[in-house]
């Protein structure tokens, strides 16, 4: 790899632990949550939803046909389950903290290939999902759309979930075609 080429990888990356790409919601104004619409697009606009429901999707991808059905219902619903906690009063300390190192074990988990049982897996996927809907529901204000925003935040968040699970199908393909023409040459 030439020089230029690692210059601009090392540099993207750097970029990413920049304040306002990093930042959960780097453009959130208070005025923002005011219907399905702003629910819909909320998730689109920071990279940590993104990445957080894409490696959900991998993680989901695992499982069989019916069980990856089931558990991105399942997944969904316990976020939604940890965004009602934030109305209910219920206080939940370093709550993002404890998202990102689920996410993290989640991760680590993904990129060494390891198999878990099936309930460790349902341990870390349910606490990324009750987490990840706890700390967004701070971003939901309590108004007459707030049902609307969630429905329309959910929806995008299944999405994105399908999105992760058919990279990993894409991820499959290129892994055995890399094997062919590897081992061709």
């Known amino acids: 790899m030439?020089?230029?080429a690692k210059f601009f990888q090392i540099s993207g990356l750097a970029m990413l632990t920049l304040p306002e790409v990093s930042a959960a919601h780097p453009w959130h104004w208070p005025n923002?949550?005011?219907g399905f619409l702003s629910g819909l697009i909320h998730p689109l606009e920071s990279s940590d939803h993104i990445l957080t429901m894409l490696a959900v999707?991998?993680?989901l991808?695992?499982?069989?046909?019916?069980g990856c059905q089931f558990m991105t219902a399942l997944?969904?619903?316990?976020?939604l389950l940890g965004g009602s906690l934030g109305f209910l009063a219920v206080e939940i300390i370093h709550a993002e903290t404890t998202m990102n190192l689920s996410l993290l074990v989640l991760g680590l988990l993904l990129a060494l290939g390891r198999k878990v049982a099936l309930p460790v897996g349902l341990i870390v996927l349910g606490n990324?999902?009750?987490f990840k809907g706890y700390v967004h529901a701070f971003d939901m204000w309590l108004d007459i759309d707030a049902v609307a925003y969630t429905c329309g935040f959910a929806l995008?968040?299944?999405l994105l979930l399908a999105i992760g699970i058919a990279m990993s199908g894409l991820f499959a393909r290129l892994?055995?075609?890399y094997s062919l023409v590897r081992s061709a040459a």
Do not use: D
């Open 61 to 66: 991808s695992r499982y069989s046909k019916l």
């Open 75 to 79: 997944f969904v619903a316990l976020m």
């Open 57 to 59: 999707g991998l993680w």
């Open 156 to 158: 995008t968040t299944v």
């Open 175 to 177: 892994k055995v075609r």
């Open 2 to 4: 030439n020089l230029t």
């Open 128 to 130: 990324v999902a009750v």
């Open 32 to 34: 923002e949550t005011v």
